[in-house]
């Protein structure tokens, strides 16, 4: 069982629409979370960190963290195009631990 | 605010050459390091990390090596590249919360 999965996509949602997506994990000890997002050739940025159960919002992003059932889910409400790009899940154990990453969803946004 | 360079931002080197990356910070000191490698398709691996000068850890065993010179600089390395080590090398900075913060990468590609 990998570490962090996520559905590769692509995810395709009309433009205005709410993209969902979503993320298990394997590691019950995992404490802190993150979605990164990545336009095609770039780095990955920080987009959303979520530490606690329950969601955490930020402008059209909102977070939502369930620690019983081993996810993690990012919702973006009112898509655009610029929305369109790869969207990495990745968790770490806290402390100075290393982060694991997911391999990403890619999310389409169509005009 | 923290910025992150790494050059050369993009390189293409045959088989059995030598490599060296390098990735410098500015805006914070002693920071924790880190190198990734993103192969086509796939997702971010973690190679190594350092918590200061001249201390490295490695997460993967292989024909790379990487080394911390000063406290805000960290080299990647290889003595005889293999067509497999073709992708994109991103160096990271960790911050509070484990949040970790990318530069604008190296791509690589081994012919």
């Known amino acids: 069982q990998k570490e962090v999965e996520q559905n590769s996509g692509p995810l395709s949602v009309p433009e205005g629409a709410i993209a969902s997506l979503n993320c298990t994990y394997s590691d019950r000890g995992s404490q802190s979370f993150f979605w990164y997002r990545q336009y095609s050739g770039k780095s990955p940025e920080l987009i959303m960190s979520?530490?606690?159960?329950g969601d955490k919002e930020d402008g059209r992003f909102t977070a939502q963290l369930n620690k019983a059932s081993q996810y993690v889910s990012l919702l973006i409400r009112d898509s655009q195009p610029s929305d369109s790009a790869t969207y990495l899940c990745?968790?770490?154990?806290?402390?100075?631990?290393?982060?694991?990453f997911g391999t990403g969803t890619k999310l389409q946004v169509i005009p | 605010s923290q910025t992150i360079h790494q050059w050369p931002a993009t390189l293409v080197q045959p088989v059995g050459s030598p490599l060296s990356l390098e990735c410098t910070v500015e805006g914070t000191s002693n920071p924790n390091l880190y190198w990734y490698r993103q192969a086509a398709g796939r997702g971010l691996q973690l190679l190594f990390y350092?918590?200061?000068?001249?201390?490295i850890s490695s997460e993967v065993p292989q024909n790379l090596s990487a080394s911390r010179p000063q406290d805000r600089q960290f080299i990647l390395s290889s003595k005889k590249l293999l067509l497999s080590d073709s992708g994109f090398y991103l160096c990271?900075?960790?911050?509070?919360?484990?949040?970790?913060?990318f530069g604008p990468g190296t791509r690589l590609t081994v012919l």
């Open positions: 979520i530490y606690s159960n």
């Open positions: 350092s918590v200061g000068i001249g201390q």
């Open positions: 990271a900075i960790g911050a509070s919360y484990n949040e970790q913060f």
């Open positions: 990745a968790l770490s154990k806290g402390g100075y631990q290393k982060v694991t």
